[in-house]
């Protein structure tokens, strides 16, 4: 079975950057097949209020919600012989702080979905805090 585990750094400084990794196990995935994706959910927030943040291809195409600018970059890493995710999001402010979990939706049904059910793997989330 297909698992999304993300890790991070829990508590971040502000103006800080992070990082976040979503590293892909289990079962056998076509990781050219989907848009692999990041989102965040903001403190006293449902699911209904997720936020998009980016996504990228296997190919290398990279996507990214407008709302973060120039301040957030998502790559992949298969280099240790697994599919890792990788988001990394700089001058952070206390309103990052988040819920962020990364998920994995098939291609026909484009990116940039906020919708929970439009993503077909999904991870448990990693909290991050910024505070001083």
Known sequence: ???LVES???????????????TVSGGSVRT???YWT????SPGKDLEDLKWMGATLASGDTYYSPTFKDRISIS?????????LQLTLS??????TAVYYCAAGLLKRGYGSQRREAYDYWG?????????
């Open 8 to 22: 991070g750094p829990g508590l971040v400084k502000p103006s800080q950057g992070f990082s976040l990794n979503c």
């Open 32 to 34: 050219d097949a989907y």
């Open 124 to 132: 448990q989330g990693t909290q991050v805090t910024v505070s001083s």
């Open 91 to 96: 001058s952070v402010t206390p309103e990052d």
């Open 38 to 41: 990041w989102l965040r959910l």
């Open 76 to 84: 992949k890493d298969t280099s240790k012989n697994q599919f890792t």
């Open 1 to 3: 079975q297909v698992q």
